[in-house]
């Protein structure tokens, strides 16, 4: 089918556009927001040649296509447009707080971001290659924009997020870019970076202080001011007459939420991450190869569930805060995992059309994106799944223990191997291994089914 006909069978079955409230996706998720969920049939979409899974997950419908995702996506954006667009029901909207809530907002932000963030990860990776082999002057005019490719989501964050916070929101892009473009103005940006040297810490605003904090690569900040500038521009648009509202209600949104969020929000906002942040390292540090052991081994069941994203913005906050996360080599380690251990099932399954595409599901893994592996073969047969999970978690407790980092938020796949590092890189190479090879032998171990696991060690 192609990535039209795809588009079109997934409308369909999730009972066309009127029933959308809001469409993203993510590196291998299409992702909807629907106004009745009854009206979907997930036996239907899993039926669509080019689906590998259909699920509901926080209230989200997340439909899993891999790498044909960004087609199908622009498709299906052309078809919400010249169609009639799915309005947002109110009911929907007022769904009462808790985590399955806070998990589908947190991916409903950075899954439009993502696309960008492992770019940059990915050419991050890039400049460490030619940086580790010396190809070229570290001073050189190309290494320098390299360098600035690869930096660029990251000193920027929050205008990225500030676009994405928006939709989901449901406010104004422009006022919402403005408010990350107060968080990132000069006169706070130079006065963070002379504050030790000049001892001048904040701005007098009216008798408060507006403290100097770098906000370069922050993630809460701009996330909680969008959400705040939502209800505030709402009620402020409302309550201004017609006729005042292209004059008014942008000053006085501006007017209101610059300063209230200079005072208030940024800095709360900003130590709040710098702590999640020192947590997750006295969480490593305080349980050790256990807290990764887990980390590594659950990593594919939270893709499962589509929860894996609420681990993006602590990975971002600990790179702002400390130039490089301890997270992201127990997440490589889930990944390759899966990878090791849909080779094995490429080579117990015997028939031939699985076959080519257990090894075509194995190599994309093997580069980060494992959906294909985890949905199509490794979760179908269980055991390999089981075999991959205990692969992940025994190679990120032996890389914690080795204190292995990444310095970017490169996709976790071998692509991405010269941005991890610990003690020796050679520490790195072995978790890598014992994720791959753990997960591989121990599948053929285990076997698909009750007699495929000795056809490779018995003759007759």
């Known amino acids: 089918m192609t990535n039209k006909e795809i588009a079109k069978e997934i409308l369909k079955n999730v009972g066309g556009n009127g029933n959308i409230s809001n469409a993203t996706h993510c590196a291998t998720r299409l992702r909807l927001n629907l106004t009745d969920e009854k009206k979907m049939s997930i036996d239907g979409l899993e039926k669509i040649d080019g689906v590998i899974k259909a699920q509901m997950s926080n209230g989200q419908l997340q439909v899993v296509l891999g790498g044909k995702v960004t087609g199908v996506y622009a498709e299906f954006s052309e078809m919400l447009e010249t169609g009639k667009q799915g309005k947002t029901d109110s009911a929907q909207e007022k769904k009462k707080f808790g985590l399955n809530r806070l998990i589908e907002t947190i991916s409903g932000i950075f899954s439009p971001v993502l696309p960008i ?13 030619i940086s580790t082999f010396g190809l070229v002057q570290p001073d050189s005019g190309f290494f320098l924009v390299l360098k600035m490719t690869g930096d660029l989501i990251f000193y920027f964050m929050p205008f990225f997020l500030a676009v ?14 403005a408010l990350a473009g107060a968080y990132m103005y000069p006169t706070i940006m130079n006065g963070a970076a002379e504050a030790a040297s000049t001892g001048v810490r904040f701005l007098d605003f009216l008798g408060l202080p507006i403290l100097y904090v770098n906000y370069k690569s922050t993630v809460i900040p701009i996330i909680i001011s969008v959400w705040i500038l939502s209800y505030v521009h709402r009620f402020i648009d409302r309550h201004v007459p017609e006729m005042f ?10 007017l209101i939420m610059v300063p209230f969020e200079l005072i208030l929000i940024g800095p709360v906002g900003s130590y709040l991450g710098m702590y999640i942040a020192q947590g997750v390292k006295i969480l490593y540090t305080s349980f050790g190869f256990i807290g990764a052991f887990l980390l590594g081994a659950f990593r594919p069941v939270l893709v ?14 600990e790179l702002s805060e400390t130039g490089k996360t301890i997270i992201i080599p127990a997440l490589l380690a889930g990944n390759l995992a899966q990878s090791g251990a849909a ?14 595409g257990a090894f075509s599901a194995a190599l994309s893994a093997l580069f980060g994106i494992t959906e294909p592996a985890m949905y199509g073969y490794n979760l179908k047969y269980k055991k390999p799944f089981y075999a991959a999970l205990f692969a992940a978690g025994t190679a990120a407790a032996y890389m914690s223990v080795f204190h292995a980092y990444s310095i970017a938020a490169a996709l976790p796949g071998i692509l991405s191997l010269p941005t991890y ?19 591989f032998v121990l599948t053929l171990i285990l076997g698909i089914d009750n007699n495929s696991k000795l056809n490779l060690f018995k003759r007759k």
């Open 343 to 356: 080779f094995a099932t490429f080579i117990l399954i015997k028939d031939k059309k699985e076959k080519s």
């Open 117 to 129: 963030l492992v770019g940059c990860g990915m050419v991050q990776s890039l400049t460490a290659i």
């Open 421 to 439: 590092n610990a003690d020796s890189f050679i520490y790195i190479i072995t978790g890598v291994l014992i994720a791959v090879i753990g997960a």
């Open 245 to 254: 509202k292209i004059i008014l209600t942008s000053m006085l949104t501006l």
């Open 164 to 177: 994405s916070a928006a939709q989901k929101f449901k406010t104004s892009i422009y006022l919402s870019v």
């Open 304 to 317: 499962m569930f589509g929860m894996h994203y609420a681990i993006t913005p602590i990975m971002v906050q």
